[in-house]
């Protein structure tokens, strides 16, 4: 495949990639031409960027809406608040079985341009068919929602994988130090990733590989967000949405809610989400470069130039096409005459905010599942039944 005529996300510098064998071939600022039939696009006013990087997410969260009415201390809090107050809204998305609301993640994640997620929780059993659910991780709750979490953390058979564990989910005391029980007990000196730190220290911060900042979440449950302007000086940072349950389904709306919090740069912010997040997974992704695995959107923009401004505007209706290792797993439907001669069964039609995209997979047929167990639920796009396009 070959994409003509794209600017590089962040500048008004115009590429010309070619894709081969899952893996970026090429890139060139000179046209590139087909070769044996190879599909070529050429784009105008649009902008690439690697596929995004969501580094927290629970995938079988993803049907609940947002739970909670008032700004808590902490996440133990919250918690035990919504168990309460919402207990028959929890039951009937609990009811969905765990596979539907799994895969009903991976299409969130996939509408907004995410080509990795890592899930957070029980492992989803997921194959890495429609984007790369990453759970190469051992995932702990939290110091205090995960039962016997010191013998769990210092298990000796996992001491290869970074542990993942909600940390500092608050703005009070007892946030704060189960920061300082977690390192203390991390006796095999594994690798930690704390998640959320909004009561962290720039001290506490050095025990930490990395951190994920998930501001929109912060905001809902606490009013208040970690201070990564100062934990960036000792630590890595990369970026995750968590679920519906604290935040909205389009990453897009992450993306300008920390962009507007003005603790980080728009090139900072940007890593987080790609190369930061890709050197701590150690994944072969996070860069439009030769030989990086081909994750790769290319969004419209009705702007002239390819700026931050530009990038921070996007909404999943502007996506034009999301690649992953190669393969296309969503495009816009002004591009289906470019498939011309594909066979394009296994796709389905969805329409975000009037515009139409076509996605990989039976979602019309999930959603239907879905509905079998809760009739009401709104689903955030408007889903198409499935009909066979083949383009001669």
């Known amino acids: ?201 720039e001290t506490q911060a050095d025990k930490f590989d990395a951190i994920v900042w998930c501001p929109q979440s912060n905001y809902f449950l606490l009013d208040k967000t970690a201070r990564v302007d100062l934990l960036k000086k000792h630590t890595n940072l990369l970026f995750g949405t968590d679920s519906t349950l604290t935040s909205s389904w389009n990453i897009w709306e992450h993306f300008r809610f920390a962009r507007n919090t003005k603790l980080l740069g728009d090139n900072t912010l940007y890593n987080t989400f790609n190369k930061n997040a890709a050197k701590i997974w150690q994944l072969n992704t996070g860069e439009i470069a030769i030989g990086k695995d081909a994750d790769i959107v290319i969004a419209k923009t009705e702007r002239h130039s390819a700026d931050f401004d530009a990038f921070y505007a996007i909404d999943p209706s502007d996506l034009l096409l999301v690649v992953h290792k190669g393969n296309v797993r969503l495009f816009d439907e002004i591009l289906l005459t470019v498939f011309k001669g594909i066979d394009l069964s296994d796709f389905s039609k969805v329409n975000i905010n009037g515009a139409g995209k076509h996605v990989q997979g039976d979602l019309p047929g999930l959603t239907q599942k879905i509905r079998e167990y809760y009739p009401d639920i709104d689903f955030p796009v408007s889903i198409e039944p499935n009909i066979d396009i083949v383009l001669q």
């Not at 087909?34 to 050429?42: M, R, S």
């Not at 902490?74 to 609301?101: C, D, F, S």
Request: aromatic residues 12%.
């Open 1 to 201: 495949m070959i994409f003509n005529n794209v600017k590089m996300a962040g500048t008004d510098k115009l590429v010309n990639i070619r894709v081969d064998g899952g893996k970026i071939a090429n890139i060139s600022s000179s046209i590139i031409n087909e070769v044996n039939g190879e599909l070529a696009i050429t784009f105008s006013n649009a902008i690439v960027f690697p596929g995004l990087i969501n580094s927290h997410d629970h995938l079988d969260f993803d049907l609940f809406p947002q739970l909670g009415d008032k700004i808590y201390r902490n996440y133990t809090e919250w918690g035990q608040y919504i168990h309460k107050k919402y207990k028959n809204e929890i039951a009937r998305v609990l009811k969905i079985p765990g596979p539907l609301r799994y895969r009903w993640g991976v299409y969130k994640n996939l509408l907004c341009g995410v080509t990795t997620v890592v899930n957070h929780g029980e492992r989803s059993g997921l194959e890495n068919d429609l984007l790369t659910v990453f759970e190469e991780t051992q995932s702990l709750h939290s110091v205090q929602f995960e039962s016997g979490w010191r013998f769990k953390l210092n298990n000796p058979f996992k001491i290869k994988y970074p542990v993942t564990v909600h940390v500092g989910e608050g703005d009070d005391w007892l946030s704060f130090h189960e920061i300082d029980q977690l390192v203390w007990w991390n006796l095999l000196q594994k690798k930690l990733i704390g998640i959320h730190a909004v009561a962290m220290s």
